[in-house]
């Protein structure tokens, strides 16, 4: 039973260029959270979506970020004009169902770099 | 655990010894907490976790302490060894939220 993948793992742009960074949640689970994660700092959370949906996207910028997570195929989060400032690990988790008590399976990440 | 300044709080230990890695947290709501593990490069690791209607949860080598009293979780890892050398995030859920909220980290170093 594969965990969640994240792809691509590292992903270089140039400023004004797109990011399209890509989550497949566990089998089974139906619920994704994108983070971000700076050097030396926690986890802060982005958006929430369950297939078709957007459940929650109060932690991501209103302009240049969105995210989607399909019928069919993985989660995408779409920045676009990419800055310098977007340099960040991002962090993908799946949960079976949304609930409080309910553990996030993280991904591996991508690592962003923009020159 | 408390974060300050712009690095991130770092317990180094023997290899063998017990660490405890602390946590405060502010929201007298939450009441699911969980720890996990960063090691370099890689996501975060579910290691243990604890509702608030327990003070105590134990693992494998790990026991989680909750104390609401004065909002403070702490870590306790067992016979530390060097592949347990990595960053700890504390997270808490509160009030029915389905996003945790993570707290700075604290880096462990384990010296063969």
């Known amino acids: 039973n594969a965990g969640v993948m994240q792809n691509p793992r590292h992903l270089v742009r140039r400023r004004g260029q797109e990011a399209r960074l890509r989550c497949s949640p566990m089998?089974?689970?139906?619920?994704v959270y994108w983070y971000r994660q700076l050097p030396e700092e926690g986890l802060k959370f982005m958006v929430y979506l369950q297939k078709e949906n957007i459940i929650d996207e109060s932690g991501m910028p209103k302009e240049r970020f969105s995210a989607e997570f399909p019928k069919e195929g993985p989660s995408i989060l779409r920045i676009q004009q990419v800055v310098r400032g977007d340099s960040a690990a991002y962090f993908c988790a799946s949960s079976p169902a949304a609930s409080s008590n309910n553990e996030q399976f993280f991904g591996p990440g991508t690592r962003l770099t923009v020159l | 655990g408390e974060s300050v300044g712009l690095h991130l709080p770092t317990l180094s230990v023997q290899e063998g010894d017990n660490s405890i890695i602390n946590c405060a947290y502010s929201n007298s709501a939450s009441d699911y907490f969980i720890w996990y593990k960063q090691e370099s490069g890689k996501g975060p690791q579910f290691i243990i976790d604890?509702?608030?209607?327990?003070d105590k949860r134990q693992g494998q080598r790990v026991t989680v302490l909750l104390n609401k009293t004065v909002k403070h979780l702490s870590l306790q890892i067992a016979a530390t060894q060097p592949g347990d050398s990595a960053v700890y995030f504390c997270a808490e859920n509160s009030g029915g939220s389905y996003i945790p909220t993570f707290g700075r980290g604290t880096s462990l170093i384990v010296h063969p």
């Open positions: 089998k089974g689970h139906s619920h």
């Open positions: 604890i509702r608030s209607n327990m």
